[in-house]
Structure formats: C-alpha cells, structure tokens
T-cell receptor, first 115, second 116 residues
Framework: DSGVTQTPKHLITATGQRVTLRCSPRSGDLSVYWYQQSLDQGLQFLIQYYNGEERAKGNILERFSAQQFPDLHSELNLSSLELGDSALYFC??????????????FGPGTRLTVL | AQKVTQAQTEISVVEKEDVTLDCVYETRDTTYYLFWYKQPPSGELVFLIRRNSFDEQNEISGRYSWNFQKSTSSFNFTITASQVVDSAVYFC?????????????FGTGTRLQVFP
C-alpha cells in the first residue's frame, strides 16, 4: 500500500458526461501528479500541483481540469467525455518541492470506461 | 528532448531463468533521475528503484539488480532466478531536474511473463 488513495476505483459513464476523480496524497506530501494510462498513448503525465498551485501541465486536454485543495487532496475533472477518454487514471504524490525528482508513489488508479 | 525507450515489448521465460529488461533514455539535462516501476496484473504501479545521474554504481536488492551506464544512456534491470510472481509490466521512467517539474516520462513498458 503506497498510502495514496484514489476514488472511485471504477467509473462507467456515457459520452458527453462529466466525472470527477479524487486523490488523497500520502500524509505530508505536498505534490500531486496525475497520469493517464491508455492502450494507444501509454503512461502520460497530465498535470502537477504543489501545495495548492499548478506546477506543470502535460498532455492534458482542455476538457480536463484539476485542482488541489487546502487539505492537499486533488480532483481531476473530465468533461464532455469521449470514447477515447477511457483509460486508467493514476494519481501520485511525493513530499518534495516538485522539482527535485523525489520518488513518486502511485495510487491504485481509477479505471474510467466511457460507453 | 526527453525520451525513454523500452524496445522489448514482451518477454517470456520459465521460472528460475534470469531475465534482463532494457531501458535506454535520452535527455539533454546533466542532472536527471531514473526509475523503475512494476505494474502487476492488479494494475497498481509499484516503485522499485530511483537512481540519480551522478551515481553510476550498480545496485542489487535480493533477486533484482540494476545496471546504470551513462556512456550508453542505459538503465537495465535484471531479475535473477525469476518467479511466477515477477510476472508484470515493468516501466522505466526519466525525470529531469532542470525544467521546473519532476514529472515522469515513461517508456512503453515491457511485459514479463514467467511460466512455471
């Protein structure tokens, strides 16, 4: 158990809908990262937050947004869902500044299926 | 540009065989970090090792060992006397220190199947 929690574990929804994925980092960790794992794109970095502020953006679609709250949990919002958004979404956390490549520990992931 | 290449898509071995998973990386940064993660069939990503660019010492942890060679930009992973429980997808990843974020760049993974 990495100490990172993600809910829900599975999510099945329809095209056009909006969903929210939630992540609680390890106790004391200030940085949260979101990654998407799909069959065609592999594991890709989406976005990073450090202590409530956005630190970096990767290949994140405009339909997707995220935030990190004062209690350091993070949410990833996916809207106007398309079939191609079906993937495993991982959250990771570490205690570093977000620049020093401290080890990232991953949550169990949320498997999103868009029908 | 940052890139991680895992040329072996899938490897199958019989239990007790040794197996090496290859990882080649590209980076312009002089300070960087390399990682290996394991993704068992249950789906989670499990951290195995972190190595920084200034530490070229090989590392051994039980049946696992890692060979880091800057001259060939490689960070290979060897499992000695493989076991069925080693069956998983293994990812090599790179993080650079000088770009303001320590996001991970992953390779495409190598699926290892260990048969009894």
């Amino acid at each position: 158990d990495s100490g990172v929690t993600q809910t829900p574990k599975h999510l099945i929804t329809a095209t056009g809908q909006r969903v929210t994925l939630r992540c609680s980092p390890r106790s004391g960790d200030l940085s949260v990262y979101w990654y998407q794992q799909s069959l065609d794109q592999g594991l890709q970095f989406l976005i990073q937050y450090y202590n409530g502020e956005e630190r970096a953006k990767g290949n994140i679609l405009e339909r997707f947004s995220a935030q990190q709250f004062p209690d350091l949990h993070s949410e990833l919002n996916l809207s106007s869902l398309e079939l191609g958004d079906s993937a495993l979404y991982f959250c990771a956390s570490n205690g570093g500044s977000g620049r020093a490549a401290d080890t990232q520990y991953f949550g169990p992931g949320t498997r999103l299926t868009v029908l | 540009a940052q890139k991680v290449t895992q040329a072996q898509t899938e490897i199958s071995v019989v239990e007790k065989e040794d197996v090496t998973l290859d990882c080649v990386y590209e980076t312009r940064d002089t300070t960087y970090y390399l990682f290996w993660y394991k993704q068992p069939p249950s789906g989670e990503l499990v951290f195995l090792i972190r190595r920084n660019s200034f530490d070229e010492q090989n590392e051994i942890s039980g049946r696992y060992s890692w060979n880091f060679q800057k001259s060939t930009s490689s960070f290979n992973f060897t499992i000695t006397a493989s076991q069925v429980v080693d069956s998983a997808v293994y990812f090599c990843a790179l993080s650079e220190a000088g770009i303001g974020t320590d996001k991970l760049i992953f390779g495409t993974g190598t699926r290892l199947q260990v048969f009894p």
